[in-house]
C-alpha cells in the first residue's frame, strides 16, 4: 500500500491511495482523496474487497477533518460496491451520473442512507469541498453512457476515471510515452465506445489548464508533453463502434 501526495500547500492537499489491492486477481484500481481545510472528498472509493483498508486510510489522512463528499465517475463495481459502507460509516453525500442513481441501490445501499446517492445530471456540476470548487466534467460514453471526470482547479489535476488507464505494469508515473502505449491500446479500443466520443472530450478538455492527468487504473501523466501526447492519441484513436466490421 501507499499514499503518494500529488500536490500539497497549507491549505490543499491531493493524495493518491495506492496498490490497495496489490497481488490480488482483481483489476488494479487508485483512490484519491482530495482534502481542502478540514473537508474532503475520496473518488471512486472501491469494492468490499478494499473497503476496511481504504477507509482506514482516508481517515487517517483527515486528522480533524472530515470526509464531504463522496465522487462516483460512473457504475462499476470496481468504483461503487463498497458505497454503502461509506455512506454508513460517514456522514457524506455521494454523487453519481443521474443514469445511475436507480442502479447503485443494487449494490445493497440502505434506505437509511439513500438520500444522501445525488444525481450529477448529463452537463456536470460542481462540488464544494472546503473552499474549492471542483468541477464534474461529462465524459459520457468513454466508456459508461453516463460518465463524469473530476477536475480540481487548485491543484490543476484531472481525474480520469478509466480514460488512460493501463494495465500489467509496476510505474506509477509516464515518462516513455510510447513505450507505454501498448499497456493502454488494446483497452481503450475496447472500452471507449467511439473517436466521435473520445474527440469531444478532447475538445472539452484542452481548455483546462492540466498539470496531471491521474486515471483510476495504472500510472498518471505529469506535464504538458505527456499530457499533450495523450491527448493527441485520443482525438486520433479508433475504438469502439469504430472497429465494428
Not at 456536470?124 to 470548487?133: D, L, M, S
Request: glycine fraction near 8%.
Amino acid at each position: 500500500m501507499a499514499q503518494i501526495t500529488l500536490y500539497d500547500t497549507a491549505s490543499h492537499r491531493n493524495v493518491l491511495l495506492e496498490d490497495f489491492d496489490a497481488g490480488g486477481v482483481a483489476v488494479q484500481a487508485n483512490q484519491h482523496v482530495i482534502l481542502d481545510g478540514e473537508e474532503a472528498i475520496i473518488l471512486d472509493p472501491g469494492g468490499h474487497k478494499v473497503y476496511s483498508r481504504v477507509l482506514s486510510a482516508t481517515l487517517g489522512l483527515l486528522g480533524r477533518g472530515k470526509l464531504t463528499q463522496i465522487f462516483l465517475s460512473h457504475q462499476d463495481p470496481d468504483i461503487v460496491a463498497a458505497v454503502n459502507g461509506w455512506l454508513m460509516s460517514t456522514d457524506a453525500t455521494a454523487h453519481v451520473s443521474s443514469l445511475w442513481t436507480r442502479f447503485v441501490p443494487h449494490f445493497g445501499l440502505d434506505r437509511l442512507v439513500e438520500g444522501r446517492l445525488l444525481p450529477i445530471p448529463d452537463e456536470g456540476k460542481t462540488i464544494r469541498v472546503g473552499k474549492t470548487e471542483l468541477v464534474a466534467i461529462p465524459a459520457h460514453f468513454l466508456h459508461s453512457p453516463g460518465n463524469f471526470h473530476l477536475y480540481d482547479p487548485t491543484a490543476k489535476i484531472l481525474y480520469s476515471g478509466d480514460l488512460g488507464a493501463s494495465l500489467g505494469i509496476s510505474y506509477r508515473e509516464v515518462s516513455d510515452f510510447d513505450a507505454h502505449l501498448p499497456s493502454m491500446e488494446g483497452f481503450h479500443r475496447r472500452y471507449m465506445a467511439s473517436r466521435r466520443a473520445m474527440q469531444a472530450w478532447v475538445r472539452r478538455v484542452r481548455e483546462l489548464p492540466i498539470d496531471v492527468l491521474a486515471p483510476q487504473h495504472g500510472a498518471l501523466f505529469r506535464g504538458p508533453a505527456l499530457i499533450g501526447r495523450f491527448l493527441d492519441w485520443c482525438e486520433q484513436l479508433e475504438c469502439g463502434v469504430d472497429l465494428l466490421a
